[in-house]
């Protein structure tokens, strides 16, 4: 195991960190640092800059449209943008979606959906979370039946997604559905390309603790898909929901951004005189030794990673800690702005300028921040069942 960089990789870094202190926006980089809330036209901004450098698809091979990067080079490139108040790349059709159409698409749903996703065109949803139905996939309830009639073959989907993450932004969903009611609860399950914009589809937005609407319910109300938006085999979704699940949780730790989170805590001590306090001070060394800890263990994956050995426990172990000290970070910074956390004010958290509050603009968003980060321990998989994996993991060892 070799935890240490090549030179090629600090030469990596180096290109990266110059490359977005030369190409990202002072505005958006202050939105993201400020951690206020960031716009679909924000993102597709910075991944159009991404796009052009080749770079806007990091774990996608070469020969799909992605620079080919080994997982070191993912890692580093993760870990610079962040710090360099680089917004992340949450798009689902890059990060989710891609992959499983490089891997299992037809030549025809490559050729019509790919070079869409990676200049930024189409936005995806990602439908697979159902009321009863969120860690306990296999349990999802909405159906497609094929039918055919003057048209041609195609699905009627009825159901309801939920936690759909950024609906009202997207285009098309990629949606886990059940098309054989009779068979076991996983082979009975189809992957299929819905548009958004069909008849029966409705978007509510799901209103969440700190004012956002980023995640959504998705009803499909007898809602037509054409034949050829099945993704590989009818009643094999289940395999490429478990593959497009690997990639989605890739980099949930989020190490990144609690190495950026704990900068801002650092600075936001500094900005209202706290930077001496003796206990502010232990606990945020105490953090930095937990999130060294936590990145030894991510090192350990790539490392597990390079020499083609099959990582264990360490996926879920990198969830669970690392949303653990996400949340933590967040309360942290909560108390280090005190009262100021309180006032709260909607329009502030799209754009500070000119924010007249009682609060100084480094410190607005801090309280929604932290309201939204609860949410980091549920989603890609519960910490619970994380948990539940890691046990049978060392029990079946």
Not at 307 to 318: G, H
Not at 325 to 334: D, E, N
Not at 367 to 372: C, G
């Amino acid at each position: 195991m070799k935890l240490e960089f090549s030179a090629e990789d600090q030469a990596f870094r180096s290109e990266v960190r110059e490359f977005v202190k030369n190409n990202l926006s002072p505005r958006l980089k202050r939105k993201a640092e400020l951690g206020l809330r960031i716009e679909r036209e924000d993102y597709v901004e910075w991944y159009t800059l991404l796009y052009e450098k080749g770079w806007i698809a990091p774990s996608w091979k070469k020969e799909h449209g992605g620079p080919g990067w080994t997982h070191v080079q993912r890692y580093i490139f993760d870990e610079e943008t962040l710090l360099g108040g680089a917004p992340r790349i949450v798009a689902s059709g890059i990060n989710m979606l891609g992959p499983v159409l490089n891997e299992f698409g037809t030549p025809e749903q490559k050729a019509k959906y790919i070079p869409k996703i990676l200049r930024s065109e189409t936005w995806w949803a990602q439908g697979f979370s159902e009321p009863g139905a969120g860690s306990d996939l296999a349990a999802v309830r909405t159906t497609a039946v094929l039918a055919t009639d003057d048209e041609g073959e195609h699905f009627i989907v009825n159901g309801h997604k939920v936690w759909t993450s950024y609906a009202h932004w997207c285009d098309m969903m990629f949606a886990l559905v059940r098309t054989d009611p009779s068979a076991k609860p996983q082979e009975g399950i189809s992957f299929l390309l819905i548009d958004m914009h069909a008849p029966g589809v409705q978007v509510r937005p799901i209103k969440m603790l700190e004012g956002g609407t980023d995640l959504n319910e998705v009803y499909l109300d007898n809602v037509r898909v054409p034949k050829e938006n099945l993704v590989g085999e009818l009643n094999k979704g289940w395999t490429y929901g478990k593959f497009l699940l690997g990639h989605e949780r890739t980099g949930i730790a989020g190490i990144g951004s609690c190495k950026q989170q704990l900068a801002r805590a650092r600075y936001l001590a500094k900005r209202i005189g706290l930077e001496d306090d003796p206990l502010l001070q232990s606990r945020i060394s105490r953090f930095e030794v937990e999130l060294m800890a936590l990145e030894f263990t991510g090192l350990r994956m790539l490392s597990a990673n390079q020499s083609s050995r099959v990582p264990t426990v360490e996926a879920p172990m990198l969830k669970v800690r690392g949303t653990e000290l996400r949340q933590g970070i967040y309360a942290l910074l909560t108390e280090i702005a005190g009262p100021f956390a309180v006032p709260f004010d909607e329009q502030a958290m799209l754009d500070a300028a000119g924010y007249d509050g009682p609060s100084p603009d480094e410190l607005i968003a801090v309280a929604a921040n932290y309201f939204d980060a609860r949410k980091a321990s549920i989603y890609g998989g519960t910490n619970e069942v994380q948990r539940n994996l890691i046990s049978r993991a060392f029990f079946n060892a």
